[in-house]
């Protein structure tokens, strides 16, 4: 499939203006601890800003043609040592490695060719490179969340919001009978956001099951 590169542009733009929003409210913040919980069971707040660092990180890996980690362990590691910095240190990490992953985009933003191919995720998926810049945007729209300190799904951004549930919609619609299962009216009916947080695992809808895209 030929590489739409003005979405690839609006969605590499709507990523770095995502992370220069998080970084601006991560500094803005007063009295958060990082051994805080999160909304992600098991995870404090400071296990979902290190993930966020080190998964721009990654991005910068897959962008530059090399795994995204260097092993599962590795990643669960890397998170772990980084959860109990101080928030200080892990805002001046997160905004150093949001500017690492934005110059790598930013500097590929035009280029058609170098979104072209395949890249492989840490969970052996393989996925087109023209969807790296909104599966990044995701990550730090949606853990902004996860973060528990009043930024909620109600506030995701609107662009990213549209733009990744056609995404999730394509991927729940191609595991299953081609024509044959529609989205469960219940989940037509909730707003955007929430069925972005169905998809995503995140919000629970009575009577239906589980997306089973996480």
Not at 133 to 154: F, S
């Given at each position: ?7 690839v ?17 991560l500094q ?6 990082s051994?805080?919980?999160s ?11 290190s993930h966020?660092?080190?998964n721009a990180d ?9 795994p ?49 191919g ?5 969970s ?5 490179r ?19 300190c009043?930024?909620n799904?109600?506030d995701l ?12 919609e ?27 947080g ?10 239906v ?5 996480t």
């Amino acid at each position: 499939m030929a590489v739409d590169g003005r979405q690839v542009a609006r969605e590499v733009e709507g990523c770095m203006a995502s992370q220069r929003r998080f970084v601006q409210w991560l500094q803005e913040q007063t009295g958060v601890e990082s051994q805080q919980p999160s909304l992600l069971p098991g995870w404090s707040v400071g296990h979902v800003l290190s993930h966020l660092a080190r998964n721009a990180d990654s991005y910068v890996n897959l962008l530059q043609g090399r795994p995204q980690y260097e092993s599962v362990d590795a990643r669960h590691a890397e998170i772990e040592s980084g959860a109990p910095r101080p928030w200080s240190e892990q805002v001046v990490d997160v905004r150093e490695s949001c500017d690492r992953v934005g110059a790598e985009l930013a500097s590929r933003a035009d280029d058609v060719a170098s979104w072209e191919g395949t890249a492989t995720l840490l969970s052996g998926a393989s996925v087109p490179r023209a969807i790296l810049p909104l599966l990044r945007w995701r990550e730090v729209e949606v853990h902004w969340v996860d973060l528990g300190c009043g930024h909620n799904l109600e506030d995701l951004d609107s662009h990213y919001l549209r733009s990744d549930l056609r995404l999730l919609e394509m991927l729940w619609r191609a595991r299953r009978p081609i024509g044959m299962t529609p989205l469960h009216g219940d989940i037509l009916r909730i707003p955007p956001h929430e069925r972005l947080g169905w998809f995503l695992g995140r919000i629970e809808v009575d009577g239906v099951p589980p997306s089973g895209l996480t």
